[in-house]
């Protein structure tokens, strides 16, 4: 295992399109979590897992936003009808659970046009 | 207010030089991550760490959780070590981390 990885590293595309972003966890961890960081900021929250349920998301995600983790393995974030503003880094990582240390991905960098 | 700050904002150094960066939190926490950024993007954890001191080669971390403050150290710095720093505090009964604006480090040869 190689640790998270993140598909694919760069993404530009055009306001409203729909943009699909795939993070595969460290095998063994059952806590995948989605985060976004905006230039010169540190990630933000966006939404939690653990192993298939998805616990928790944030305010900041609206309802364009949805993420999935079938199975609880792989995780996708899709966002429809895309935004300037949501050009980002978004960022996977994943942990093992009972506050072992998580792992991230190299991130997926939007850039909406 | 955000949970967690970090100093500098930005810090420029010569090679071989100490360099320290803070990060003071207001919350309760379990662990504190100091985490690694480099331009291309992807995150390296560095450190994690809930009392006292780690080294791992030229870097120490050190947390006083009754201050609610951690340092990272870089000594003998090196032009490989510019990256951004950013800490990040597990808060108690949550599972979420919440991070520090991040430090951007560069060192000049």
């Known amino acids: 295992d190689t640790g998270v990885s993140q598909d694919p590293r760069h993404k530009i595309t055009k306001r409203g399109q729909n943009v699909t972003f795939r993070c595969d966890p460290i095998?063994?961890?059952?806590?995948l979590y989605w985060y976004r960081q905006t230039l010169g900021q540190g990630p933000e929250f966006l939404t939690y897992f653990q192993n298939e349920a998805q616990l928790e998301k944030s305010r900041l995600l609206s309802d364009r936003f949805s993420a999935e983790r079938p199975k609880g393995s792989f995780s996708t974030l899709e966002i429809q009808r895309t935004e300037q503003g949501d050009s980002a880094m978004y960022l996977c990582a994943s942990s093992a659970t009972g506050g072992y240390e998580a792992f991230f991905g190299q991130g997926t960098r939007l850039t909406v046009v | 207010k955000n949970e967690v700050e970090q100093s500098p904002q930005n810090l420029t150094a010569q090679e071989g030089e100490f360099i320290t960066i803070n990060c003071s939190y207001s919350v309760g926490i379990s662990a504190l991550h100091w985490l690694q950024q480099h331009p291309g993007g992807g995150i390296v954890s560095l450190f994690m760490?809930?009392?006292g001191k780690k080294k791992h080669g030229r870097l120490i971390a050190t947390i006083n959780i009754q201050e609610k403050h951690s340092s990272l150290h870089i000594t003998a710095s090196h032009p490989r070590d510019s990256a951004v720093y950013i800490c990040a505090v597990e808060p108690y009964n949550d599972y979420k981390l919440s991070f520090g604006a991040g430090t951007t480090v560069t060192v000049r040869a």
């Open positions: 760490l809930s009392s």
């Open positions: 095998s063994e961890h059952n806590r």
